[in-house]
């Protein structure tokens, strides 16, 4: 009974994940053998992901709903949310490792410099505040367009991303040159090792977070979201709080303590 | 599902609870004590985040099996590896 | 695709045209079927590269100072030979077989995020290449054992690039595999069609999700692991080389990682295994919920059990006691498990086809494996086998033996259900017969090699290890063409045309309803009504018939699986 599915097959193919593993793979092998080939890799994976974010804009791949499914338990749950719940129990489990290895580290350490000695603190706190904010924004851009507010939606929207983005330039435009400049880098020791590469994964969350938030502005200023289909928002969002709640922890675990 | 008084009120809280920690550095006390309490603040934060942010204190109860699950993962590696730190034999 | 002829064949006999398109649908494509095809071949290739690397290590070890192989390639083609083996072979078998069969076993279209399906399949492939290239670097690849152990992982002890590269192709691997997982689950959580409520879902869909469970918790620390050592050998920090760190701290996050992924290795196997017992026995498996208990056991605890493989670091005792006894304790569900396989067998009729040998080859494997494995347990007895070839002999008999016999297995299993084509039976039983002798001429002597440390690229002659050494490699001689052979017997099924228009085995799950007509990428096949015999043995078997099949009651009439109405009124009343 063919009449079963109303996309053909053909609707469900795309090159773009081929091409986004072979960006990714070119890229890693760029870097250890032979940097240009990383910088092609990198456009490849541009490219990748240009091609995943237009056909989620021209929603190629939107989900033919199977009206008769199993859905217990969970039932009030769509497929995406469940799939970025899932991802989060990935990330809580590679940050927690990481957060593990630094304790390890550190109760392994006789001597530990003191926090504040390395750490500008209010600059730390200020930032936090920011990317508390910044969730703050993206819940209320889901809060707006819930009630049908595309205009909240876009204010809420934009308002996330360059509270994020100043996140990131407080981060790497002035707080890691100042720590460079003072002799705190990622080679100089474990507490300057630690720090670096937690916080630096968290940047590249950050960075990625942008990226996502960014689709969403282009999505909400062509008219993508309405009061019943804004789920992308809800999700992405997921995400974003996420990232806050591990900063939530790197903050005090290297600036306080 | 929280208005945006009850989204503004917990963000202030958690700006508060920022503060409060900074502030928690600088008292007198055992560094480990203070160490404690700054991390219970900060769990305090996370999960007021999970439950208000991601609204998992409105969603489905077993939603938070998953990142509940995924903590005791963490917690049993950070438990292990940080008791086989010391030495008896 | 439409417009191909009946009887198209895939392997031979085609004209470059459609050659072409064919690249560009495989290329393209997020069919699940499709992606598990392309799962499952690229796992055959990686196993005849690891393979061959395995018969290159026996040929080295059959004589004592032989110099076959320079000491410096005898550790690159075991380090390759793990990694591949483990990695890019057992798991993707798995999931490749998982890919084709749990969509199918569930009643749905296709995977949850079918982009992201193909997307996991392309990272592995690309990661497989990065990892054999890195033997082909100047300074040549890891070679430092599948293990990575700090500080020998760190730059100033193993400086060539292509270690580095290594390390990056087992951290594009773990995206994969996560990816993997995270479509998986969310697949078996909601994408089931109506009635198959949790309690009808086939044995090898609830292994899948036990395994999907596991890698997304295990392979995250493997990532951080590895995030880690890029970071010592990329930008000069000391975290596995410094004393604070070192050793124990790769220790604690790879074996984090590597015990779950042992079990990993192993869930998909016994799954299979369930399966074609119930069917060549035509049988229930026994105590369907204690088995799916004593299963979820053996996933929960795999979690805590890891450091009984650090049981000679000199940590903490009684951190390493407690080890052992969750070591030992989940030993008992992992016997439940097993004893429960067997008494599937119990009273039923047996037919001792190809898959049926092969998983009966692997209980017997497993039993092997999991008693050494018990008595590893111990950390006072591991002091003396740690290192050494016994435990080279325990895993091999649980993942050589019983995952690839089952997971091969799985492939004989389902092969007329993928390719509508039967493979040469009598064939299927010869090489059996063959790689079984061969697999424990290689492998039983290992567990008399208690001196023989793990890793060596040679020994002396009055070691005395001479004659045990040269009977492994004889057994790898004959298992290793055999393991071919069987292969090369379903690849060349594929030259006759379609032929198996049926369910040939009489299979009860719901992959084995629906028409044929349908080619590999249209879609699942379309259900037509499965008529169903009188169930062979009332007792039991009562309670087995799915009820897609609309016979949980011995006379029930048959049911059209695409009809909802049908399907809504056999649910509803039906015993679960």
């Known amino acids: 009974m063919t009449e079963d599915y109303e996309h053909g097959e053909e609707c469900k193919s795309s090159y773009a994940p081929i091409l986004l593993a072979a960006g990714v793979a070119l890229f890693l092998l760029g870097i250890v053998v032979f940097l240009p080939l990383a910088v092609a890799g990198a456009v490849v994976i541009g490219a990748a992901l240009y091609k995943f974010f237009k056909d989620g804009a021209e929603e190629k791949f939107a989900e033919l709903k199977e009206s008769l499914e199993e859905k217990w338990p969970l039932e009030f749950l769509n497929k995406e949310k469940l799939g970025v719940w899932v991802f989060l129990v990935s990330e809580i489990l590679i940050f927690g490792s990481l957060i593990v290895a630094y304790a390890y580290v550190r109760l392994s350490s006789s001597a530990w410099p003191v926090a504040t000695q390395t750490h500008d603190v209010i600059l730390g706190m200020a930032n936090t505040i920011i990317l508390l904010t910044s969730s703050l924004a993206m819940v209320l851009a889901l809060y707006s367009i819930r009630a049908g507010n595309a205009k909240g939606l876009k204010i809420g929207l934009l308002s996330a991303f360059a509270l994020g983005a100043t996140f990131l330039i407080i981060k790497l435009g002035v707080e890691w040159p100042m720590y460079y400049r003072n002799g705190f880098t990622i080679s100089s020791g474990l507490p300057g090792s630690t720090y670096f590469v937690l916080t630096g994964l968290h940047a590249v969350h950050v960075g990625a977070g942008l990226a996502a938030v960014g689709y969403l502005i282009f999505r909400s200023f062509t008219g993508g979201f309405t009061s019943t289909k804004h789920s992308a928002v809800e999700n992405i969002g997921l995400y974003w709080h996420f990232v806050d709640i591990v900063w939530m922890f790197l903050f005090p675990l290297f600036y306080l303590i | 599902m929280p208005g945006i008084k009850m989204y503004v009120g917990i963000w202030l809280g958690l700006v508060v609870a920022t503060v409060a920690e900074v502030v928690t550095r600088s008292l007198a006390g055992a560094a480990s004590l203070l160490a404690l309490i700054i991390l219970l603040i900060s769990s305090g934060k996370a999960i007021t985040i ?40 | 695709m439409d417009g191909q002829p009946n009887g198209y064949n895939p392997i031979f006999g085609r004209r470059l045209k459609t050659i072409v398109f064919s690249i560009k649908e495989w290329l393209s494509t997020t069919n699940h079927k499709q992606v598990g095809i392309l799962y499952i071949v690229t796992a055959i290739f990686f196993m005849a590269v690891a393979g061959s690397f395995g018969e290159m290590m026996r040929t080295q070890l059959a004589v004592p100072n032989n110099n076959f192989l320079t000491p410096f390639t005898y550790d690159q083609t075991v380090t390759l030979h793990g990694l591949l083996m483990i990695l890019w072979v057992l798991t993707p ?44 670097m100047p300074g040549g690849g890891p070679n430092t054992g599948w293990t990575l152990y700090a500080p020998l992982n760190t730059i100033q002890f193993t400086s060539q690039a292509g270690m580095t590269l290594a390390v990056l192709a087992l951290l594009l691997f773990s995206l994969s595999v996560t990816m993997g997982s995270i479509n998986f689950l969310t697949t078996i959580v909601r994408n089931r069609a109506k009635g198959v409520t949790w309690k009808r879902l086939p044995i090898f869909t609830w292994s899948i999700l036990f395994t999907m469970s596991l890698a997304l918790f295990a392979f995250p620390p493997l990532a951080a ?19 604070q760190g070192g050793g124990i701290l790769w220790d604690e996050l790879f074996w984090f990682f590597g015990h779950p992924e042992v079990y990993i290795v192993v869930f998909p196997a016994l799954g299979v295994i369930a399966e074609v017992f119930q069917t060549f026995a035509k049988r229930p498996v026994f105590s369907r919920t204690a088995f799916l208990v004593e299963f979820s056991a053996v996933t929960f605890l795999s979690v805590g059990v890891w450091m009984h493989h650090m049981f000679t670091t000199g940590v903490n005792y009684s951190v390493l006691q407690t080890f052992s006894f969750t070591t030992l304790a989940i030993s008992i569900p992992f016997e439940g498990v097993v004893l429960g396989l067997v008494l599937t067998l119990y009273k ?6 190809t898959p049926m040998l092969y998983c009966l080859a692997a209980i017997f494997t497993v039993t092997l494996g999991g008693i050494t494995g018990v008595l590893q347990a111990f950390p006072v007895l591991d002091y003396a086998f740690n290192g050494t070839y016994w435990i080279v002999g325990h895993f091999h008999y649980v993942m050589a033996g019983t995952t690839l016999f089952a997971l091969v297995a799985g492939l004989y299993y ?14 299927g039983v010869i090489t059996f017969i063959v790689s079984f002798a061969g697999f424990n001429i290689l492998y039983f002597p290992y567990f008399f090699m208690l001196d023989m440390p793990r890793r060596i690229s040679t020994y002396s002659v009055s070691s005395g290890l001479a004659t045990l050494n040269l009977t492994a490699t004889i057994g790898a001689y004959i298992f290793g063409p055999a393991a071919a052979i069987a292969i090369l017997n379903l690849i060349l099924s594929l030259r006759k045309p379609p032929s198996q228009t049926s369910n040939p085995w009489e299979g009860r799950e719901l992959e084995w309803t629906g028409d044929y007509s349908g080619s590999l990428a249209t879609g699942n096949p379309t259900a037509t009504a499965v008529t169903v015999a009188e169930p062979p043995d009332k007792s039991r078997s009562s309670r087995w018939y799915w009820c897609m099949t609309g016979s949980c009651k011995p006379n029930a009439t048959a049911v059209d699986p695409t009809n909802q109405s049908d399907i809504l009124r056999n649910s509803a009343g039906v015993e679960s």
């Open chain 3, 93 to 136: 078998l798995g999931i490749g077989i998982a890919n084709y069969i749990v969509p199918l076993q569930i009643g749905a279209k296709d995977l949850a995020f079918p982009r992201m399906n193909a997307l996991s399949y392309w990272t592995y492939l690309f990661s497989g290449i990065l990892l054999v290239s890195s033997v082909f």
């Open chain 3, 225 to 243: 692991g590895l995030l880690l050592l890029s970071s010592d050998r990329f930008l000069g920090t000391v975290f596995f080389s410094s004393t």
């Open chain 3, 348 to 353: 039923g009729t047996i037919k001792l086809n």
């Open chain 2, 50 to 89: 999970a439950m208000y942010y991601q609204h998992l204190r409105y969603e489905d109860k077993r939603l938070a099996i998953l990142p509940i699950a995924a903590v005791i993962g963490v917690i049993t590696l950070a438990v292990a590896a940080i008791l086989s730190m010391s030495p008896g034999m």
């Open chain 3, 414 to 427: 389902w092969w007329p259900k993928i390719t509508k084509r039967k493979y040469n039976e009598k064939w």
